[in-house]
C-alpha cells in the first residue's frame, strides 16, 4: 500500500538552532501534503501545507519545500524556541481519494 | 472558528463490551475521519466519510464500525471491544469534497480496554 516515511523520530535542538524533517512518499499522483504540529496532550494542528505545483512554501519561521521528482517534502524551522518542542506529523493527500496517509511523526525537543 | 468535540477525553471499558465514540463538528463540514494514534505508528486511518450515511473503511478497519445519520455526528464503534484496540482515538473533518483542504481534528478520547 501507499505510504509515507518520516525521519528522524526524535530531533534535539538548541534554543536559535534550526531543524529539519523529511518525509518521502510513495504515491507519485499526491498533490497535497500538510504539517501538523501536536503538543503534549492536545490534537494535532496544521502548522503550514504545499501543493504540488510550487516548490516552496514560508510562513514566518517555518518553511517546507517540496521535490515531486524525488517524492520528498521536508519542514524547515529556523531560530527555534522552547514552544516548538512538539511532535510533528507530515502526511500525502492520496490521489483521487480523500484519505490522507500519515508520517509516524517526529518528536522536537528544543533545548533552553 | 471550526469546533471539533469528542463525547470523552478518556474511556475505560471491559474486554467484550461494545463502546461508543462520538464525535461532533459545527462548520458543516462534507468529510468526517477517524484515526488511531499509537506511539511510533503515527495516526492510521480507521473509516471516513464523505457524506451523510456514506462510508469508506480505512487502513485498518478490521474491528471498528462507523455510523454518520447526520452530517454534523460521526460515530465510532467498537463491536467487541478487545485488549488491542487501547488507543488514542482522533477524530477530524474537513470542508470540502476536494479533499485538499485542511483537516480539524477533535481532542481525543484515551481508550483503555482491560
Known amino acids: 500500500g501507499e505510504n509515507v516515511e518520516q525521519h528522524p523520530s526524535t530531533l534535539s535542538v538548541q534554543e536559535g538552532d534550526s531543524a529539519v524533517i523529511k518525509c518521502t512518499y510513495s504515491d507519485s499522483a499526491s498533490n497535497y501534503f500538510p504539517w501538523y504540529k501536536q503538543e503534549l496532550g492536545k490534537r494535532p494542528q496544521l502548522i503550514i501545507d504545499i501543493r504540488s505545483n510550487v516548490g516552496e512554501k514560508k510562513d514566518q519561521r517555518i518553511a517546507v519545500t517540496l521535490n515531486k521528482t524525488a517524492k520528498h517534502f521536508s519542514l524547515h524551522i529556523t531560530e527555534t524556541q522552547p514552544e516548538d518542542s512538539a511532535v510533528y506529523f507530515c502526511?500525502?493527500?492520496?490521489?483521487?481519494?480523500?484519505?490522507?496517509?500519515f508520517g509516524t511523526g517526529t518528536r522536537l525537543k528544543v533545548l533552553a | 472558528d471550526v469546533k471539533v468535540t469528542q463525547s470523552s477525553r478518556y474511556l475505560v471499558k471491559r474486554t467484550g463490551e461494545k463502546v461508543f465514540l462520538e464525535c461532533v463538528q459545527d462548520?458543516?463540514?462534507?468529510?468526517m475521519f477517524w484515526y488511531r494514534q499509537d506511539p511510533g505508528l503515527g495516526l492510521r486511518l480507521i473509516y471516513f466519510s464523505y457524506d451523510v450515511k456514506m462510508k469508506e473503511k480505512g487502513d485498518i478497519p478490521e474491528g471498528y464500525s462507523v455510523s454518520r445519520e447526520k452530517k454534523e455526528r460521526f460515530s465510532l464503534i467498537l463491536e467487541s471491544a478487545s485488549t488491542n484496540q487501547t488507543s488514542m482515538y482522533l477524530c477530524?473533518?474537513?470542508?470540502?469534497?476536494?479533499?485538499?483542504?485542511?483537516?480539524?481534528f477533535g481532542p481525543g478520547t484515551r481508550l483503555t480496554v482491560l
Open positions: 477530524a473533518s474537513s470542508m470540502s469534497r476536494a479533499g485538499t483542504d485542511t483537516q480539524y
Open positions: 502526511a500525502a493527500l492520496l490521489s483521487g481519494t480523500y484519505k490522507y496517509i
Open positions: 462548520m458543516d463540514h462534507e468529510n
